[in-house]
């Protein structure tokens, strides 16, 4: 015979998997900006993804590699440029 009832270890189970839950969202969340961001480029990107894979017939693999290098040329370089000056000058200011 069991110490705890059904409902019991029901409410056990329940209890230490929230637990679980929000320890691991404790820990993510670190990177919750790079998951975010990740689905919003997955959103942006799909639609050009589906058109070259399967409307021109492109190979899947060579469609991610072009598509990945082009985020990175039209959204990451800038704002790594811009960021990058704002900071310069940020750092020029402080020192005068």
């Known amino acids: 015979m ?3 009832s059904y409902k019991q270890r ?3 189970n329940l209890v230490i998997i929230i637990a679980l839950g929000v320890l691991i969202a404790y820990s993510l969340q670190s990177i ?3 998951i975010l961001s990740t689905l919003v480029l997955y959103t942006i ?3 050009a993804y589906i058109h070259l894979a399967e409307n021109k017939g492109w190979n899947k693999r060579v469609t991610a590699i072009f598509l990945i290098a082009i985020s990175i040329i039209l959204i990451v370089m800038p704002f790594y440029a811009l960021s990058s000056m704002v900071i310069s000058k940020i750092f020029g200011i402080e020192e005068q």
């Open 45 to 47: 990107m799909r639609p």
């Open 2 to 4: 069991s110490v705890f």
């Open 10 to 12: 029901n409410n056990i």
């Open 32 to 34: 919750f900006s790079a």
